[in-house]
C-alpha cells in the first residue's frame, strides 16, 4: 500500500538554526507532493506544493522542498528557522489523479526555542 | 471569513450516543472530505464528495455516514459512539477532485467519546 513517511517525529531548535525535514513515499507513479503546516491552535495551512517542472518548490515563509524523484522524497527545508515557525508539519502525495485523496506522514512536531 | 468552518470544536459525548459534526465552505469548492486525526496526529481520509456525489470511502465503520445537502455542505453523522471514535475531525476543500487540487482545512472538531 502507499505510505509516507517522516523520519523526525519531534525536532528542537534553536532560533536561527536551519532545518531539514524528511520525508519519503512509497508509489512508482506519478505523484503531487504537498507539505501542510499546523500551528497551535490553528487548521492546516498549504506551506508548499510540487505538481511538475523544476523540483526545488518555494513556499511561504522561506520554506523550500526538493523533490529527488530517485530517492523518492521530498524534504522540507528552511536555512534559519524562527520562534514562529513552532508547529506540526505534514507532508502528503497524492496519487490518485480524480479524486485529490491525499496520504499523509505522521507529521513532525518542531519547537524552535527563542 | 471563515473558509472551512466546523462546528462544533469540541464534542464530548458518551458511549452508544449519536452525534453529527457540520461542515460548510465558502470557497466555491467542487470537493469536500472528511479527515480523521488520531492520538498520534496520524491523519486519514474518511470519505470525499464531488459535487454532492460520493468518490472516498475508505475502510470505515457504516456507523459514519456523511452527507452532503449542496456542495458546500458536508456533514457526517456518527452513531452509535465507541470509545475508540476519539480523535480530531478535520473537513477540507478543493476546488476540483484533481491530484493537483491542494486541500483547505476546517480548524478540526475534537470528539471526546467517554
Known amino acids: 500500500a502507499q505510505s509516507v513517511s517522516q523520519h523526525n517525529h519531534h525536532v528542537i531548535l534553536s532560533e536561527a538554526a536551519s532545518l531539514e525535514l524528511g520525508c519519503n513515499y512509497s508509489?512508482?507513479?506519478?505523484?503531487?507532493l504537498f507539505w501542510y503546516v499546523q500551528y497551535p491552535g490553528q487548521h492546516l495551512q498549504l506551506l508548499l506544493k510540487y505538481f511538475s517542472g523544476d523540483p526545488l518548490v518555494k513556499g511561504i515563509k522561506g520554506f523550500e522542498a526538493e523533490f529527488i524523484k530517485s530517492k523518492f522524497s521530498f524534504n522540507l527545508r528552511k536555512p534559519s528557522v524562527q520562534w514562529s515557525d513552532t508547529a506540526e508539519y505534514f507532508c502528503a502525495v497524492s496519487i490518485s489523479s480524480n479524486t485529490g485523496k491525499l496520504i499523509f506522514g505522521q507529521g513532525t512536531t518542531l519547537q524552535v526555542k527563542p | 471569513d471563515t473558509a472551512v468552518s466546523q462546528t462544533p470544536k469540541y464534542l464530548v459525548t458518551q458511549m452508544g450516543n449519536d452525534k453529527s459534526i457540520k461542515c460548510e465552505q465558502n470557497?466555491?469548492?467542487?470537493?469536500m472530505y472528511w479527515y480523521k486525526q488520531d492520538s498520534k496526529k496520524f491523519l486519514k481520509i474518511m470519505f470525499s464528495y464531488n459535487n454532492k456525489e460520493l468518490i472516498i470511502n475508505e475502510t470505515v465503520p457504516n456507523r459514519f455516514s456523511p452527507k452532503s445537502p449542496d456542495k458546500a455542505h458536508l456533514n457526517l453523522h456518527i452513531n452509535s459512539l465507541e470509545l475508540g471514535d476519539s480523535a480530531v475531525y478535520f473537513c477540507a476543500s478543493s476546488p476540483t477532485a484533481e491530484r493537483d487540487s491542494p486541500l483547505h482545512f476546517g480548524n478540526g472538531t475534537r470528539l471526546t467519546v467517554t
Open positions: 508509489y512508482g507513479g506519478t505523484v503531487n
Open positions: 470557497l466555491g469548492h467542487d470537493t
